[in-house]
């Protein structure tokens, strides 16, 4: 086997976390072998939201200008009220001493999947397998080896000296390690219509990302460049093709915002939602990231984000270890983003679903009056944006031994 095969990092799954940590790893040198089920990138429609210091991560590959241009800037984001309006509208230009990009993008992650791939396969150091799957991995004291299922349904098996598990929530990466994937299942789907009608049009003061709360039915609102997405949750017992079909989007986009004629729905998909965080993202040779360790509701638009700024800690810590760093560099990797997942991603994602949730009419008050107060005073608005744009997470990250 020739030396350079050997010494590659082998990554699972071809979604942004492994592009960015198979661009981070061909940068410096370092070969790799990517290794995608699909047979083409997935063209994932869930999450569309960068923040503020994952914009900053991505400017390295020359990709984010091409991202303002396919996407839409959010300077505000607001917590609203069914009824009341406007709770709360929160400044992300207030982070402007701390990043390049005070504010949150809207643009939709293939986006970023196809230009990172379209890099990486300029790479003489890049060997991409499409429509191919992990099957079993297992790892020696110097390597690691991987079962492939090739398209003609063949079975081959490559070797490397680490493997990177970016392949999601049912991670055979994760399984190799034998870590516990400890959490809960929220008890709703949800359920994501895109339509071209403006919402503006019957709430002028609406921003571009909206989350509006009510004792009986709750949702979400982004604006895309191209369309307002609207996220609602729906009884999990109801049949799939029940929980998807146009009467039932057509009923809740009414009752939502009643207008006047029908609305035009392009795209709509209902998922499940966990709340999960891996005992461990490694053990020895292999580490796991993005959906692969972590898994949340979107409500802040954590997992994405996370996933990226794991692949940039990871490959960090692989480049150091190709460079003489000890093996157990790895295992502060795990420390470090484990606690970001307990402590900022999943706390987030939860308390958002709860402020969103509550029907007792002295708990929403209490929320409502909390996130007044905390626009009204600007220490409290800029510590609140900077720990939900994840700038603060990734400075604590650093005191994490």
Not at 25 to 51: K, V, Y
């Amino acid at each position: 086997m020739p030396a350079e095969t050997k010494q590659r990092v082998i990554i699972v799954g071809a979604g942004p976390v492994g592009l960015v940590t198979a661009n981070l790893l061909t940068d410096a040198g370092i070969a790799i072998l990517l290794i995608e089920t699909s047979e083409a990138l997935p063209r994932d429609l869930r999450a569309s939201t960068f923040h503020p210091p994952t914009l900053d991560m991505l400017e390295r590959f020359g990709v984010v200008g091409r991202m303002i241009e396919q996407g839409l800037i959010c300077p505000t984001w607001q917590f609203r009220d069914r009824s009341e309006g406007v709770i709360a509208q929160f400044e992300l230009v207030r982070l402007s001493p701390d990043t390049g990009h005070p504010y949150r993008l809207q643009c939709e992650q293939w986006r970023l999947g196809e230009m990172l791939f379209e890099r990486l396969k300029s790479s003489a150091l890049a060997d991409v397998r499409l429509g191919t799957r992990a099957i079993v991995a297992r790892q020696s004291a110097d390597g690691v080896e991987l079962d492939i299922r090739l398209p003609d349904g063949s079975v081959e098996t490559v070797a490397g000296k680490f493997l990177v598990g970016a392949d999601g929530i049912g991670s055979i990466v994760r399984s190799a390690i034998g870590a516990q994937f400890d959490g809960i299942t929220i008890p709703e789907l949800y359920l994501t219509l895109s339509t071209t009608y403006d919402f503006r049009e019957a709430m002028p003061d609406l921003s571009n990302i909206s989350y509006l709360s009510d004792p009986r039915e709750w949702y979400v609102l982004i604006r895309t460049a191209r369309v307002w997405r609207v996220l609602f949750p729906v009884d999990a017992a109801l049949d799939d093709a029940d929980v998807t079909s146009p009467e039932r989007g057509e009923r809740l986009l009414q009752g939502a915002v009643p207008h006047s004629q029908r609305y035009a729905v392009s795209h709509s998909t209902a998922y499940r939602v966990h709340e999960r965080v891996a005992s461990t993202y490694v053990k020895h040779r292999m580490a796991i990231a993005g959906d692969a360790a972590h898994v949340n509701n979107p409500l802040g638009g954590m997992g994405l984000n996370g996933g990226i700024h794991d692949a940039f800690n990871l490959a960090g810590k692989l480049i150091e270890i190709v460079h003489g760093a000890p093996l157990d560099t790895l295992e502060r990797y795990s420390r470090q983003r484990r606690k970001v997942a307990l402590a900022v991603v999943q706390q987030t994602a939860l308390r958002n679903r709860s402020i969103l949730n509550t029907r007792e009419p002295e708990a929403r008050k209490a929320y409502h009056d909390e996130l007044r107060s905390i626009v009204a005073d600007p220490e409290k608005h800029r510590n609140f944006v900077m720990r939900t744009s994840m700038i603060q997470s990734l400075r604590d990250t650093e005191q994490v031994a």
